[in-house]
């Protein structure tokens, strides 16, 4: 079981916005903003979409944004298009002693 | 541009020492402001923290393989590399080398920027 609770599966058609939830505790996401998101295509190496809850790194479009409210993550996606069906992880910071934990992951489906 | 490439043997026998390098190129680990870090998917599953290491050599494990990880940097040849010991088949899986990004402010992983390509690493005898 994740230490990060995703929902397993969200889907939209293109042109839509999704959201994907991403629910830890008082200890990692509510506690730091260090929540980070990925992308990974399968048999693909993940990629880095959103990181420290809001920013994009160079390069990953601007139809993907992230925010934070209390102990709750969320990625949205907006403008769905095909090549954005994939599996999407969410990790956080979780303090000095776990370090790191990912959520379980979501797939996303581009109807 | 930043590239990471895993090495190592694709098979290792139980009980065994699982041991990957990975070698950093477009950028020096010496360069400090990153955590190097050992990321590792288990087939059809999620993602799972192994652990990481800063340029100074500190190390930050998970918890729950931190009894059999040891995590290592050699900076003059710009790699870092994992040794998971007394593997069992529950260790199968790909093993991502990748880049934590220093927060500034809390000194601790903000992302994993750079990712190497995955090396599957099957322990059966």
């Known amino acids: 079981q994740s230490a990060l609770t995703q929902p397993a599966s969200v889907s939209g058609s293109p042109g839509q916005s999704i959201t994907i939830s991403c629910t830890g505790t008082?200890?990692?996401?509510?506690?730091?903003?260090?929540v980070s998101w990925y992308q990974q295509h399968p048999g693909k190496a993940p990629k880095l979409m959103i990181y420290?809850?809001?920013k994009r790194p160079s390069g990953v479009s601007n139809r993907f944004s992230g925010s934070k409210s209390g102990n709750t993550a969320s990625l949205t996606i907006s403008g769905l298009q095909a090549e954005d069906e994939a599996d999407y992880y969410c990790c956080s910071y979780a303090g000095s002693s776990t370090y790191v934990v990912f959520g379980g992951g979501t797939k996303l489906t581009v109807l | 541009q930043v590239q990471l490439q895993e090495s190592g043997p694709g098979l290792v026998k139980p009980s065994q020492t699982l041991s990957l390098t990975c070698t950093v190129s477009?950028?020096?680990?010496?360069?400090?402001?990153?955590?190097w870090s050992w990321i590792r998917q288990h087939p059809g599953k999620g993602l799972e923290w192994i652990g990481y290491i800063y340029y100074s050599g500190s190390t930050y494990y998970n918890p729950s393989l931190k009894s059999r990880v040891t995590i290592s940097v050699d900076t003059s040849k710009n790699q870092f590399s994992l040794k998971l010991s007394s593997v069992t088949a529950a260790d199968t899986a790909v093993y991502y080398c990748a880049r934590g990004r220093r927060n500034l402010d809390t000194a601790m992983v903000g992302g994993f920027d750079y990712w190497g390509q995955g090396t599957l690493v099957t322990v059966s005898s």
């Open positions: 008082s200890s990692d996401v509510g506690s730091y903003n260090l």
């Open positions: 477009g950028g020096s680990i010496s360069s400090g402001g990153y955590y």
């Open positions: 420290e809850v809001s």
